[in-house]
């Protein structure tokens, strides 16, 4: 197995990659049998980029087989056999939340039972716990009600201070527009006073669907879909690269879905610093959603595979296995998926809707099971530099 460069690369080189689209893609025909998926096979042979329609039919296919040789193919393309995961730990600094959105089981209403809210020192204790490197801190909370901007400040230092060596990255576009709208300043101004405290990638929550309908029945009152690409569009002209979500599987059609990827698909062409996509799976529980189903594994794979095709100006699209099960984001890195994100140790939105998986894995858990799937383990910051391995080499199982 090739091992991964010891080096790191100069940050400023790989936060903000070059859009590299798909080449003419070698896809192996036999496989597919759905006919609606032949005309988006001819255009990907033909290294077209694939339209509005050609991503309904993806997006309605059952041709599962299919989807997986188209996708797989362009991941083939992009990223090799490479299989990216990273070390690691989410800090969740509160839920007591202004936006009451019906699919969150995490968020609380200021003074309900279950609210929670970490000063920076005790956030930073968390950082700090447990004896393995940290590459990434992920920090995400609310839109909390009281807390003024000079805590978000606070929290950033205390958090580097903590982990020196551990990449921030922190705050949804959502959390941003919030800051921007209790402190007076524009959404640039903030992102600039954070960044000058330590802030250095974003993760890609509070997307949602972007379409105005499902908006207003899950969310009407966060962040709107074009603000919300507005921020992450701003956040990359200052170099911080973002990452983008789709939540899925609850009112949304697959129109809607598409939708959703072509406009992340147009605000890439433009501002380009989006590093990865992560679909996220609906749990329904403890949530005002309850009835709505679990999402179904064809499902689950089709909008892996969806992605990864639409998504052509995308680095990277994570299988997040807290949302799809550790046995379920093996299975797609056959479907275009090329990262698992991470070891996360301790993780409270997806378990507090009901999610079965286990809180954290470990470096050998992650690596396990990428070589298991038949992949090449790598260990990568959150800027997708490749970083050495810290268990030793291990046999696929
Ligand atoms: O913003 C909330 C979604 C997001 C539920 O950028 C739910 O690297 C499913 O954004 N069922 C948080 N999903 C998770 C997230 C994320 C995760 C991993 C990596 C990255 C990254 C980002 O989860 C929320 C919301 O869109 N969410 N409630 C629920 N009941």
Known sequence: MPSAPAQRQDASASALPGLSLLPPLDIPRRIIS??????????????????????????????????????????????????????????????????????????????????????????AAKALAGSLPVDELHVVGSCHPDLPFSYYLELLTALREARPQAILKAFTPVEIDHFARISGQS????????????????????AEVFAPRVRQRLCPQKTSGQRWLEISGLAHALGIPTNATMLYGHVE??????????????QQDQSGGFSAFIPLAFHSQNTKLGDI??????????????????????????????M??????????????DDLDGTI?????????????????????????????????VRRDSFYRHLPALAPAEEAA
């Open 34 to 123: 759905d006919p609606s998926l032949r005309p988006v096979a001819d255009k990907l042979e033909a290294g077209q980029r694939l339209e509005r329609q050609d991503g309904l039919a993806l997006m309605r296919s059952r041709d599962l087989l299919g989807l997986g040789a188209l996708a797989h193919a362009a991941r083939l393309a992009k990223n090799g056999r490479r299989a990216f995961y990273v070390l690691n730990r989410h800090i969740n600094y509160s839920n007591v939340c202004v936006n009451g959105c019906a699919f969150c089981a995490y968020g609380r209403e200021s003074g309900q039972e279950g609210g929670f809210l970490l000063s920076p020192g005790q956030a």
């Open 187 to 206: 959404a640039q101004e903030v992102l600039g006073q954070l960044q000058a405290v330590g802030l250095k990638a974003m993760p890609g929550g509070g």
């Open 324 to 337: 799809l099960g550790p046995k379920m984001a093996q299975v797609a890195l056959n479907f275009g998926a």
């Open 345 to 377: 140790v301790e993780e409270r939105i997806t378990h507090m809707a009901g999610g079965t998986t286990a809180q954290g894995l470990s470096e050998r858990q992650l690596r396990q099971m990428i070589l298991a799937a038949g992949f090449e383990p």
């Open 253 to 266: 059609s697959p129109e809607e879905r598409v939708d959703h990827l072509l406009a992340l698909r147009g």
């Open 293 to 322: 189903s679990p999402t179904s594994g064809l499902d689950d794979l089709r909008v892996v595979a969806a992605s990864r095709l639409l998504l052509d100006n995308f680095p990277h699209i994570k299988a997040y296995w807290v």
